[in-house]
């Protein structure tokens, strides 16, 4: 397993996502796939999960086996369930609806729609399971208009991001077309951003409130 360039990876797609999905194509070109061969990067994911489930013990004071608890369902739950829906779901609905007429015989791999969910992931988690938590309690817990502001805006940026980064993934396969429309989410971003303002609806709470009341 390559480490050294899986970590690459997470550096790059968070300053250079475009340069992650050239080695993509590099891979197509050579290899004749656009799915990883290597569990590098998924391992080194793993890795981060656990750290920031640490972080979240220290957060929320979790006993050894609340942490226990917590880290299964963010790796097995979170992490595997979720990623395998998402690439089902995107493998289904790119090859069904976003493959030029004259690609249809070629398909988008599901593997490929994996590896993108997970590369839009990865910024998430660090995002919102290990930047934000330095601010929780000090700030974004709080019954303060200011900190809904800052804590939703973690949010938005977060899922923008993760937008941003499945866009330039499907826009990289050249047998796709219309994947600009992955991009109108955003400005729906937006709205649901002004909403939870207006409404006083803090997400970052409502999050800790679910993983207390629910998984913990």
């Not at 917590?70 to 369930?81: G, H, K, P, Q, S």
């Not at 990623?83 to 791999?109: G, I, M, T």
């Amino acid at each position: 397993m390559d480490f050294e360039f899986a970590f690459w990876q997470t550096i790059n797609l968070f300053i250079s996502p475009q340069k992650v999905y050239r080695n993509f194509q590099y891979r197509k070109q050579s290899k004749s796939q656009f799915a990883r061969d290597d569990p590098a990067f998924l391992v080194l994911l793993g890795v981060w999960i656990c750290i920031t489930s640490i972080a979240f013990k220290f957060v929320l004071d979790l006993h050894f086996v609340g942490f226990v608890k917590f880290l299964l369902y963010t790796l097995f739950v979170d992490c595997i369930a979720v990623s395998v829906v998402v690439a089902s779901v995107s493998w289904f609905v790119l090859n069904r609806y976003f493959r030029k007429p004259q690609c249809l015989n070629e398909d988008v791999e599901w593997g490929y729609t994996f590896d993108v969910h997970l590369n839009a992931y990865f910024p998430s988690l660090i995002l919102l399971h290990l930047v934000q938590l330095f601010f929780y309690h000090i700030f974004i817990s709080q019954d303060w208009f200011l900190s809904r502001v800052f804590g939703n805006l973690l949010w938005v940026i977060s899922i923008g991001y993760y937008v941003y980064i499945t866009f330039l993934g499907y826009s990289s396969v050249p047998i796709l077309q219309n994947v600009k429309v992955i991009l109108y989410f955003l400005p729906v971003l937006i709205l649901l951003y002004l909403l939870s303002l207006a409404i006083g609806f803090n997400v970052t709470v409502a999050l800790m409130n679910f993983y207390v009341n629910r998984v913990i």
